[in-house]
């Protein structure tokens, strides 16, 4: 072998050795990175799941708050529509015992069981004519001598009746519907 054969084995065995070095070192430096590439996108993959988690609890978070401040909203619109049933019991309850309390008043009137009188002034002629001139008895109660009254007519008295029925059926209206917005208000 020349010389020249020699150096071109040697030549091609460094090339040779240095194209096996550089594969190896591409193999280990694929190896290397690959690894550290792994290593990153398995801690980016922890810290999303780990920031998944955060937002799933605090998103649950709020949704118990929401349900816990609903739940509460809710008692309260329950116990005001309690109170305000009461309220409206109470109202008809008013109002039927003032329409029984009228009933029996007119009642008592239609039967003359009962009679409507009004005061006189005893200075008008009217009521010098009515008890002639001469004054009722005085009480063992007092010295004011007896006050002259005219007795109504029946009818008068039941339009009398009817319209203090209807203002009295008024003023409880006028109080539930105060009791009601005092309550909405609340």
């Not at 690959?34 to 980016?44: I, P, R, S």
Request: with cysteine; aromatic share 4%; net charge neutral.
């Amino acid at each position: 072998m020349s010389a020249w054969g020699g150096r071109l084995i040697a030549l091609l065995t460094l090339v040779l050795v240095c194209a096996l070095g550089a594969r190896a070192a591409w193999v280990w430096q694929a190896n290397f990175y690959g690894k550290q590439l792994a290593e990153q996108a398995d801690d980016y993959g922890r810290q999303l799941a780990k920031k998944d988690r955060l937002l799933g609890r605090e998103r649950e978070e709020a949704a118990a708050a929401a349900l816990d401040q609903l739940a509460e909203q809710e008692n309260v619109r329950r116990a005001l529509e309690a109170r305000l049933q009461d309220l409206t019991k109470t109202h008809w309850k008013e109002m039927n015992d003032a329409q029984q309390a009228q009933a029996r008043l007119r009642d008592r009137l239609a039967t003359a069981d009962l009679r409507l009188s009004v005061l006189v002034d005893a200075g008008t002629p009217a009521a010098q004519s009515c008890d002639g001139g001469v004054r009722e008895a005085t009480s063992t109660t007092g010295v004011v001598h007896g006050a002259v009254r005219a007795q109504l007519d029946p009818a008068h008295a039941q339009r009398i009746v009817a319209i203090t029925d209807e203002g009295d059926r008024g003023l409880i209206a006028l109080q539930a519907c105060q009791a009601y917005v005092r309550e909405l208000t609340q």
